[in-house]
């Protein structure tokens, strides 16, 4: 039998730094079970009035870029500061391959080694929707637990990118030298999701190539920047392997949360943030009901079949499926879980 779960423990071993404690919140925050939902939601509402206390960075670029190896030293670089690191990943893909890559803590040697470092893999077997959830509870939970700085890892593929751009105060792309005239697959919409780009692996012979990498997204940035944005996007050259350029990089971090603060005030953007996940989540919601119940299934069914077959047009099936759904509604269970 597991052992119940005794919530005031957990908050006060999350208020009082204990990583175990940590390590047991996040599970539950996590979890799917829908017994552990309002347990989870107390958890948080307590710990919540300690969160925000951080700098939040999402960091992403395609599989190999280096980001586990730039998360470590980072990491390491600063925790010699003073700081206290928490590493978060977000990777739906993992719940395919059912094991998670990034935020791996034997990929991130050094900063495992270390007490003011806890890293956390992404949760698996939630699709991205419960996946950014967990992580953004998560992100509450090691605040309260007082890591000061917390980096949010994911692939530089699809969806994941928006959601982690939507939870972190400033977001890191990392790339590498061009290998041809493509972007590595980077998509247009990543670019334009980045507060700052590194071009990593700017070492030995690739060290020129990454130079003039940088100079030309540099220059691409600035088409792919909107109009509005007074900002530059930096573009840099480090070496996470050598250690070079580290500092720079987190400079330009820290550079973009005093323009936040400046022009948005900080607390602002995170509400907007707030404001953008409730819509998201919402929406989210409502469209997991629309297939929700066997009626609906059934009908949604008939209706593509009409639609498909000419026999029905879409307005009109539209409208069948939307007066079943609002006939539904009152019995649908909205608790977000
Ligand atoms: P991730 O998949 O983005 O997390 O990439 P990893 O951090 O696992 O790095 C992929 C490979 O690139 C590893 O073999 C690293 O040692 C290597 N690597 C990472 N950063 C650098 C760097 O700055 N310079 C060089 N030369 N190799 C690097």
Known sequence: MPRPIDVPALIEGVRSGDRAALARSITLVESRKPAHRPLARELLRELAPLSGNSIRLGLSGVPGAGKSTFTDALGVLLIEQGHRVAVLAVDPSSSVSGGSVLGDRT?????????????????????????????????????????DVVIVETVGVGQSEVAVHGMVDTYLVLMLARSGDQLQGIKKGILELAHVIAVNKADGENAGEARVTARELSIAMKLVSSQSSERRVPVLTCSALHKIGLEEVWQAVLEHRQYLEATYGLSSYRASQQVSWMWSQTEAAVMDSLHGT???????????????????????????????????????DWAQD
């Open 107 to 147: 990929r991130m040697g050094a900063l495992s080694q270390s007490d003011d470092a806890f890293i956390r893999p992404s949760p698996t077997g939630l699709h991205l929707g419960g996946v950014a959830r967990a992580t953004r509870e998560a992100m509450l939970l090691v605040e309260a637990a007082g890591f």
């Open 294 to 332: 066997r009626r609906m299934r059934r009908l949604s069914q008939e209706m593509e079949g009409k639609v498909g077959s000419g026999e029905l047009n879409a307005l009109d099936a539209s409208s069948a499926l939307l007066r079943e759904f609002a006939a539904q509604v009152p019995t649908l």
